[in-house]
Nanobody, 124 residues
Framework: QVQLVEFAGGLVQAGGSLRLSCAASGRTFSPYTMGWFRQAPGKERDFVAAIRWSLGNTYYADSVKGRFTITRDNVQNTVYLQMNSLKPEDTAVYYC?????????????????WGQGTQVTVSS
């Protein structure tokens, strides 16, 4: 069983930065991919970024390329999302997710484990 817990959402002004963390626990944690998704009020949950756990390859939604960076700490079983140059449209609940086998990085169906979500609010 894998549990994911997100940390460090919050309120920030436009142009500011936040770093989200997602700590994983479980008897044996060895995901294939870790991802971040977000869901704004009244909208579907969308892909934000993903990282292949072993090789470190990263993938981003076009809307966040150049502003967000996903990294991981294999020893601490933690994945991070550094968010810079935040915009009001980045306001959403952010979820981390783990995929334990190979699959597309942007598809929610490939991720079997999800965190509870953390709110990020960007004021204009």
């Amino acid at each position: 069983q894998v549990q994911l817990v997100e940390f460090a959402g919050g309120l920030v002004q436009a142009g500011g930065s936040l770093r989200l963390s997602c700590a994983a626990s479980g008897r044996t944690f060895s995901p294939y991919t870790m991802g971040w998704f977000r869901q704004a009020p009244g909208k579907e949950r969308d892909f934000v970024a993903a990282i292949r756990w072993s090789l470190g390859n990263t993938y981003y939604a076009d809307s966040v390329k150049g502003r967000f960076t996903i990294t991981r700490d294999n020893v601490q079983n933690t994945v991070y999302l550094q968010m810079n140059s935040l915009k009001p449209e980045d306001t959403a609940v952010y979820y981390c997710a783990a995929a334990m086998s190979y699959g597309g990085t942007g598809s929610m169906g490939n991720y079997g484990y999800w965190g509870q979500g953390t709110q990020v609010t960007v004021s204009s």
